[in-house]
């Protein structure tokens, strides 16, 4: 019988790739690692200017900070580095944004999705 918590692409090993400017978000980044491990799955944790290439990951989870409406240098680097195999596998992304969520700060979801758009 097929294990529910396995993805299709199980038997590949999946990258998560953070771009964070103090921590935090390598931190996130590292629990996801974490949680995925306890999946099962075969993870690779590295900093985002660190993958040069995405051969042999079945999924990638890249994580990046918003300042200021935009991503994260690092962030935006990997997805123009790796548009075209992004586009083939599994991907997610996980955005850190202000502790506050007064105007105009808290435009997080906004931003994140601009960023995504970026993307394509």
């Known amino acids: 019988m ?13 990258l998560v790739a953070h771009a964070t400017k103090h921590g935090s978000t390598r931190e ?4 996801i690692a974490t949680t995925l491990k306890s999946r099962g799955l075969r ?3 590295k900093a985002a200017p660190e993958c040069t290439t995405l051969d ?3 999924a990638v989870v890249l994580g990046g900070a ?3 409406g935009h991503r994260h240098k690092d962030a935006r680097q990997f997805l123009l580095r790796h548009h075209a195999a992004l586009a083939t596998i599994p ?13 105009p700060l808290s435009r997080g979801p906004q931003q994140l999705d601009l960023a995504l758009k970026a993307r394509m």
């Not at 097929?2 to 999946?14: C, F, G, K, L, W």
């Not at 996130?28 to 629990?31: F, H, M, N, S």
């Not at 991907?91 to 105007?103: C, H, I, S, T, W």
């Open 28 to 31: 996130v980044a590292d629990v």
């Open 2 to 14: 097929a294990d529910a918590t396995r993805s299709p692409h199980s038997d590949e090993r999946v």
């Open 43 to 45: 993870v690779d944790l």
């Open 91 to 103: 991907f997610a992304v996980l955005a850190m944004g202000p502790k506050d969520l007064e105007p």
């Open 66 to 68: 918003l300042y200021m």
């Open 56 to 58: 042999g990951y079945g």
